[in-house]
């Protein structure tokens, strides 16, 4: 018994005819009927009742069609599904993501994917967050390595987080501050602050927390991250503010990193769309970083 003689009986059932099922299935009649017999004789049962003008199953034929029916489904299913996991295995992913790889070891997760899917090639696309908008709508991500945003785009797209990151301030050694275990906001009130630039989610975060908390700095600057912490190392009076994952990226000679209280959370999520084609690849992906 094979998948094709089981296919050929559908076949005979549904058009009630060996000659119409012959031209459907693509096979010669004489072939068609020694295909059915090989199938009554390996039964052991006669499946068609041919005594009739017209073809009609036998009792045993009618209890086999609703199992056969069964079987050819989950093979077709079984075939669609290894068609589209060798599509996968073959296929492109695209990355967006923010500047945060060497910050997270993102490369050695990525690098644990690759040997997974040896053939899958992956696309990686470094976002700003000014230009996040822009490039969520001209480019169809499978995959987005954010700090954790509001941005409608994403409606349709699941987020996990990745890792826990948090705000710290990095302060002069000079500062009078340098001394302190960690720094409240009501120590920040009336401060010179600098802050990475003001699209950020870290400097929006910032920003939000104090309101709330009607803290109000007394100048704030913007900036990169690398000219933030130069500037500190040669100044006693303004406080950096950004995410304790970015700034121990740098050493540091001349400045302190500061713990901030309350604590301010600034996480980074990995986003993908629910309808996804590539999901085997992102749950892989996940499981190599749960295991980094």
Do not use: W
């Not at 290894?82 to 060497?102: C, D, F, R, T």
């Not at 720094?183 to 989610?201: A, G, K, M, R, V």
């Not at 959370?265 to 990995?270: G, R, T």
Request: proline share 2%; glycine share 2%.
């Amino acid at each position: 018994m094979n998948i094709d003689q089981l296919k050929y009986f559908c076949a005979v059932c549904r058009y009630q005819s060996f000659s119409k099922a012959a031209i459907e299935m693509n096979i010669s009649q004489s072939s068609l009927y020694k295909q059915i017999a090989h199938l009554e004789n390996e039964l052991d049962v006669l499946l068609f009742d041919r005594s009739k003008r017209q073809i009609t199953l036998t009792v045993y034929g009618e209890n086999l069609l609703n199992d056969v029916q069964k079987i050819i489904n989950d093979y077709d299913s079984m075939i669609n599904h290894l068609h589209q996991l060798k599509v996968e295995m073959n296929s492109q992913i695209k990355i967006g993501i923010l500047p945060l790889i060497s910050s997270f070891n993102l490369f050695q997760t990525l690098n644990s994917m690759k040997q997974t899917f040896p053939n899958l090639k992956i696309d990686f696309d470094e976002i700003e967050e000014k230009d996040l908008s822009t490039k969520i709508e001209n480019n169809n991500y499978d995959i987005l390595i954010l700090r954790e945003t509001k941005n409608p785009l994403l409606h349709e797209y699941h987020k996990i987080k990745l890792f826990s990151d948090h705000l710290v301030a990095l302060v002069s050694l000079e500062n009078k501050a340098s001394h302190l275990k960690e720094l409240s906001l009501n120590e920040l009130n009336q401060s010179s602050i600098l802050l990475p630039p003001s699209y950020t989610t870290i400097s929006n975060t910032f920003i939000d927390t104090c309101k709330k908390a009607q803290i109000e700095p007394s100048i704030i600057k913007y900036g990169r991250l690398e000219t933030l912490i130069n500037i500190v190392e040669h100044s006693s009076n303004d406080i950096a503010i950004s995410t304790k994952k970015s700034i121990t990226a740098f050493k540091q000679k001349q400045s302190k990193i500061k713990e901030l209280t309350p604590r301010i959370s600034c996480d980074v999520y990995l986003y993908y769309h629910k309808k996804d084609r590539h999901i085997s690849q992102i749950i892989s992906y996940l499981t190599s970083i749960e295991q980094s």
